[in-house]
């Protein structure tokens, strides 16, 4: 008898038993992005003008030749975000056109309140240069 009552409170207190199951999300970007999310550049902080700015890429790839030159595809995200997180933050997210490869060049000076960053994208075997000029409020991609 003892024995039972013991079995019955175990399986009581089983987490099992007291286990919530979860809703899959319905969001096939987001599913990709959080899946395959790679951080490429340290958060970058620009004390002087109040916001911070972190990049980071996604990538897939569409097939591979015999060769084993893959075709890639990737995507640049920046998010920046303005303000401390406990007074009202302002928060962006930015999403670049894909590419076969994007590379980041560097950080040059910045130019009346905005940040630049340098990089080039590698599409059907050209290489493009662009300027990204970012701020708390938007972002520009320039062609160089």
Not at 32 to 50: C, D, M, R, W
Not at 66 to 92: H, M, Q, R, W
Not at 113 to 121: C, P
Request: neutral net charge.
């Amino acid at each position: 008898m003892f024995r039972r009552i013991f079995l019955y409170l175990l399986l009581l207190t089983s987490p099992f038993l007291n286990a919530e199951i979860l809703k899959n999300i319905d969001n096939s970007e987001l599913t990709f992005v959080l899946n395959n999310l790679v951080s490429i550049e340290k958060t970058k902080i620009f004390p002087e003008q109040g916001f911070e700015v972190r990049i980071y890429k996604t990538s897939s790839y569409s097939h591979c030749s015999a060769a084993l030159n893959c075709l890639g595809n990737e995507t640049l995200y920046v998010a920046s975000t303005e303000g401390k997180f406990d007074e009202g933050a302002i928060e962006n997210l930015y999403k670049l056109p894909s590419a076969d490869e994007w590379v980041l060049i560097g950080w040059s000076s910045p130019m009346a309140g905005w940040q630049i960053l340098n990089l080039t994208a590698k599409k059907s075997g050209k290489v493009n240069s662009y300027e990204l000029k970012i701020n708390y409020l938007k972002a520009e991609l320039t062609a160089l």
